[in-house]
Each structure stands twice: as structure tokens, then as C-alpha cells.
């Protein structure tokens, strides 16, 4: 589940 988050958090702050 962590690790589901971090990768939508890194594709957020990539796509800014």
C-alpha cells in the first residue's frame, strides 16, 4: 500500500 502511494506521489510531483 506504501508503496502504491509513494509511486502516485512521484508521478504527481514528475507531471509538475
Known amino acids: 500500500m506504501l508503496?502504491?502511494?509513494c509511486c502516485m506521489l512521484?508521478?504527481?510531483i514528475r507531471k509538475k
Open 3 to 5: 508503496s502504491s502511494v
Open 10 to 12: 512521484t508521478s504527481f
